[in-house]
Nanobody
Framework: QVQLVESGGGLVQPGGSLRLSCAASGSIFSLNAMGWYRQAPGKQRELVAAISSSGSANYRDSVKGRFTISRDNAKNMVYQQMNNLKPEDTAVYYC?????????WGQGTQVTVSS
């Protein structure tokens, strides 16, 4: 049983910032590479950023230099700092395991970037 709870989304203007949090429970969190995914209406879900168990991160080209993924294994938490947000970042953001997601997804958190 894996539980994932995302939070921190909201409505911001272009250029604004948000910090997303993901609380994970029911898994051996520290051994799993984790990622942030997003899905916009009418579009496929995509992996935005991923972080290995040791803290090595990689990002989708469109968010490089703007997003920073991090984790706190002691607290079973994953974070994503999002700066200089753009309208195309608007989506529901989810956290889950990288490569092979856990079978259960959280509710996600809505990020809306609009003027």
């Amino acid at each position: 049983q894996v539980q994932l709870v995302e939070s921190g989304g909201g409505l911001v203007q272009p250029g604004g910032s948000l910090r997303l949090s993901c609380a994970a429970s029911g898994s051996i969190f520290s051994l799993n590479a984790m990622g942030w995914y997003r899905q916009a209406p009418g579009k496929q879900r995509e992996l935005v950023a991923a972080i290995s168990s040791s803290g090595s991160a990689n990002y989708r080209d469109s968010v490089k230099g703007r997003f920073t993924i991090s984790r706190d294994n002691a607290k079973n938490m994953v974070y994503q700092q999002m700066n200089n947000l753009k309208p195309e970042d608007t989506a529901v953001y989810y956290c889950n395991r990288d490569m092979i997601p856990f079978g259960s997804w959280g509710q996600g958190t809505q990020v809306t970037v609009s003027s």
